[in-house]
């Protein structure tokens, strides 16, 4: 089979893959891809773009993201020879022990509660990436939220769902989130406009504590510091007991103490190198690595078992995104080193264990020296599958969440950030801030002896994964919400993408699949040995066909899965293109 022999793409997309030669911006809400490109407009560059957008995407997805959370960010500067990670995962607080957290009770970390709370990062990266990469002011750049902060946006039908699902949570326990989310004591109606005046005051007290310097970067600096101060009221709030998915009541441990240092950073990303091109991913301390091993998994493979619109190239697909998963969880951690995981000894093994039938087994690599660690492989609860909107439950609980931006502008800079975290149902509001903390830590384990395990000072291991690649004079940006579905997702785009030959947007619109086969991230971290969720447009021979080779196949629906945008640059010819999810009727990608 040869990549003309690939399963086509289709010959219909809902929208067009758009071009052009002045900027592109996608994104998972069509409110921060406009605004995105309203900035490239008005000569702005691509990182001040994504940050005007970053900062909408907290008001017009609420439920996916917000200010109290985390992102992870992969960008490159037109004239920088490689991408630089924006590493927007705050670590736990120096509260946060394993001891404190079983002397509550507690086996597991909850999943909503501010007992949950990371030490927030993802403001402090988008004005971080604008202080060293924008050419923006921060007042400009927040401007766009803070309009419809005051002026309202409408809520999406999945936002007000959302709400509904934790009305009793809000009304019985978290009463400020009430006063927030709930109209007269109603769950708001899809498309009623939303306004949070609490939070355009926070952002109006940055950006003018950035107006009060004459250097640009010492005034952002400087409104980062205001917004650490301004956390400090988080603290103050959540040191009182208040429900946690749990059942139960605690109280935080985030303290001012946790906030005197910026916790934002870049770091030097992984890379492997994939027909010809090269994928780049951050480290160890997200799940990143899992695509970069399973690329070099398949990348010798014939075309056949790279398809995943046939039965070999699904079942391929799968069975290699299982044995990574099983990396994930038995060897990635903060300070965890996935090179051993890369080398071609280690990736011969995973590839001989490729089978014929589903396995059923948890399965990590054999390292040299070291053991893997294996999580409880708890069984019950149901599998994931959804565009990457959140599955709520009345605690708080969430399973799937986070929003994404792509951009590129005409001098050929380039970003993908996923932002994640602090969405509304994660922890009680903060009056004077107008949004909650999040609760990253929910993926660390109490086991001293994972490589996850919670420790004061380290990151929870992150879901949030961008993918940048290049291809020769190409560079191209992607990334999806989805929790442990995040590089799931994006593993068959990108073998569409550059063994297919498909455009980015035929392979954001092809029919999808994923393993419940993993240890769930969230709470309360499930795991499904043979479950497989797929799209229903999937031929239905493929699904009959995975279900006789032992998955146990879940039909989703024929437009369920993935929330993928993507934008590239070709620098030769200097054509930029974009493209955007249509599931979920949200996503959009704009351009010229």
Not at 379 to 386: D, H, L
Not at 479 to 488: A, F, H, N
């Amino acid at each position: 089979m040869t990549a003309s022999a690939y399963t086509p793409p289709p010959a219909f997309t809902t929208r067009p893959q758009l071009t052009g030669t002045f900027g592109m911006a996608a994104s998972t809400h069509a409110t921060a891809t406009a605004v995105a490109q309203a900035v490239l407009e008005r000569g702005g560059n691509a990182f001040d773009a994504a940050c005007a957008g970053g900062f909408v995407l907290h008001i017009v997805e609420p439920h996916l993201n917000g200010p109290g959370g985390d992102l992870v960010g992969l960008f490159q500067p037109a004239d920088a020879a490689a991408p630089t990670v924006l590493m927007g995962q705050g670590a736990a607080p120096a509260g946060a022990t394993i001891s404190h957290f079983r002397g509550e009770g507690l086996d597991l970390v909850p999943g909503a509660g501010g007992l949950a709370a990371a030490i927030p990062a993802a403001v402090d990266a988008w004005l971080l990436l604008l202080r060293d990469h924008g050419t923006w002011s921060v007042a400009d750049v927040v401007a766009y939220a803070i309009d419809y902060a005051d002026d309202g946006h409408p809520l999406l039908p999945a936002a007000a769902a959302t709400i509904g699902r934790v009305a009793d949570l809000f009304r019985d326990h978290w009463t400020s989130s009430a006063e927030l989310w709930l109209v007269d004591g109603r769950v708001p109606a899809a498309g009623d406009l939303h306004r949070n005046a609490a939070y355009a005051d926070v952002l109006r007290r940055v950006a003018a504590a950035a107006g009060q310097a004459d250097d640009r970067a010492v005034g952002i600096d400087a409104a980062r510091a205001e917004w650490r101060r301004l956390l400090t009221d988080a603290c103050a709030f959540l040191s009182r007991p208040h429900r946690h998915s749990s059942g139960t009541d605690h109280v935080a441990v985030l303290t001012p103490d946790d906030l005197i240092d910026a916790p934002a950073r870049y770091e030097t990303p992984m890379s492997v190198p994939f027909r010809g091109r090269t994928v780049f991913k951050a480290d160890a301390w997200s799940q990143g690595p899992a695509l970069l091993e399973a690329l070099r998994i398949l990348e010798p493979l014939p075309e056949a078992d790279l398809d995943p619109s046939t039965l070999t190239g699904a079942h391929t697909v799968i069975e290699v995104l299982k044995l990574v998963l099983a990396d994930r969880d038995a060897y990635f951690g903060e300070g965890a080193d996935a090179g051993p995981l890369l080398s071609d000894a280690v990736i011969a093994s995973r590839r001989a264990e490729i089978g014929d039938h589903a396995s059923s087994r948890w399965r990590p690599a054999a390292l040299p020296g070291a053991e893997p660690w294996e999580p409880p492989l708890r069984q019950e609860g149901a599998s994931a599958a959804g565009t990457g909107e959140p599955t709520v439950d009345r605690t708080g609980a969430t399973r799937g969440d986070t929003c994404h931006i792509d951009v590129v502008d005409r001098w050929g800079n380039i970003v993908s950030v996923t932002p994640s975290g602090g969405w509304l149902q994660s922890s009680p509001t903060i009056p004077s801030l107008g949004f909650c903390l999040g609760t990253r830590l929910q993926m660390c384990w109490l086991d001293d002896a994972s490589p996850a395990a919670l420790r004061p000072g380290d990151r929870p291991r992150t879901t949030l994964s961008p993918t940048l690649v290049h291809d020769g004079t190409t560079r191209i940006a992607m990334g999806t919400p989805g929790g442990d579905q995040q590089d799931q997702w994006q593993l068959p785009m990108l073998l569409r993408m550059l063994v297919g030959a498909y455009t980015a947007q035929q392979a954001i619109e092809a029919p999808t699949l994923h393993t419940a086969a993993m240890v769930d991230s969230f709470w309360p971290r499930t795991w499904d040995p043979i479950g497989l969720v797929a799209e229903e447009r999937l031929d239905d021979a493929v699904l009959t066909g995975l279900a006789e080779r032992g998955h146990r196949v879940t039909r989703a629906g024929e437009w369920s899965l993935g929330r993928l945008s993507a934008v590239g640059i070709d620098r030769g010819t200097g054509i930029l293109w974009g493209a955007a999810n249509p599931r979920g009727m949200q996503g959009y990608a704009a351009g010229r």
